[in-house]
């Protein structure tokens, strides 16, 4: 008879892909039997107390398409994904217990949530459980970094000049073989749509600039468009500060959010274009694209829970409002600024905004109306698809004057629509009244 073959499960968070997946790749490698696990935590959409939801349903749309890509890539691998609905200290454990898991696998995660969730599952298993964490979310690895975590420079220039000049970036993982027919378990797991999660569901507003879906295989397919069909990479620097279209920016941001894409593949590919066909200032930008979100989730795994205080991780002493009609006006685009209003109009209908109007709302909303900009990054997490926790808190700092801008700088809102939206383009398509 044969020895039954150990249980290793693989934790799926924000890590939604099998490409260049180095969890994946050693926990197939070891020769146990694997299965994975993913759960639409109720808690991620719970209603907070300034009545919007933590997730709601653009993000959420997106995530369910990136979860079902992702159950279907490791479905051609011979791996069944268990999809959950309870907190995961409630189903995970249950699991562990039904299938006598005896190695866990994840992509290692340090933000105050995702932390906690960890310890509330290790209570309920027994302590035998192998825990088993990788960074998989890096541009740099933290291990190839040319200074210590507490060294990390609190000016962006600094560490990307260094990181530039000592670090290579890490090849690919190699591609992965599927797994024996007799590793899937015989339960099909199906997904929820957006009413079992509690909200709304969608009907995309035809002004769009993001009109993609989650997955894999969608955010390959905009890599393809952006790099090989269209040759748009060539012209990024030129059209990064864009309003209206799809094609802007390169909109890799949510793919890479949770996961679907890696900043390697992305970068790897840039080096190919570069070779292939063209290497000049757009193709570099967009790795210097890469590099600032790989700084801001190096500014949190430095600072911790201080990116989330209202004093920054600066620990500046500002007098913050948290007015509800205040922050209403904000949310439902009706300030006395209309280039606010219409990106705060795109944000509500779509689920996205561009760059330049990121930087100008909060700064809008933490420079002029002086309010709390915890709220703001909070109602951003609600809505944005490409919500990321570093790049979102990062850039909320910066722009509130707590955070890694060494300037303080406050945006000039008047100043920037006359020049990012000359002909008012971007404010029409978003303030006029529609007929239908």
Known sequence: MSEKKAIALVWF???????DHKGLRKVIESGHKVIAYYTFNPRHFETLKWGFKKTDRFRGQFLIESVRALKKSLQALNISLIIDSKPPEEGLPKWIKKFQVQQIYLQHEWTEEEKKEEESVAEQISPSVGWNRHYEQFLFHPSDLPFS????????????????KEIKVRPLSPSLSAM????????????P??????????????RTAFPFIGGTSAGTERLEHYFWKSKKLSYYKNTRNGLVGTDYSSKFSSWLANGSLSPKMIYWEIKRYEKEIQKNQSTYWLIFELIWRDYFKYISLKHGNKVFKIGGILERDYHWKTDQRLFNEWAEGRTSEPFVNANMIELKQTGWMSNRG???VASYFAKDMKMDWRIGAAYFESLLVDYDVHSNYGNWM????????PRDRKFDVQWQAERYDAQGKFQKQWLQKTLF
């Not at 910066?398 to 801008?405: C, P, Q």
């Open 13 to 19: 968070r924000n890590d939604l892909r099998t490409l």
């Open 149 to 164: 975590r507490s060294q990390i420079p609190e000016v962006f220039g600094s560490f990307r000049k260094r990181c530039e």
């Open 193 to 206: 749509n957006l009413t079992d999660l509690g909200l709304e569901s969608i009907v995309q507003d035809k």
């Open 358 to 360: 990121r930087q100008n």
């Open 180 to 191: 024996e027919p007799s590793n899937l378990i015989e339960k099909a797991y199906s997904l």
């Open 398 to 405: 910066y722009v509130s004057g707590v955070g890694n801008d």
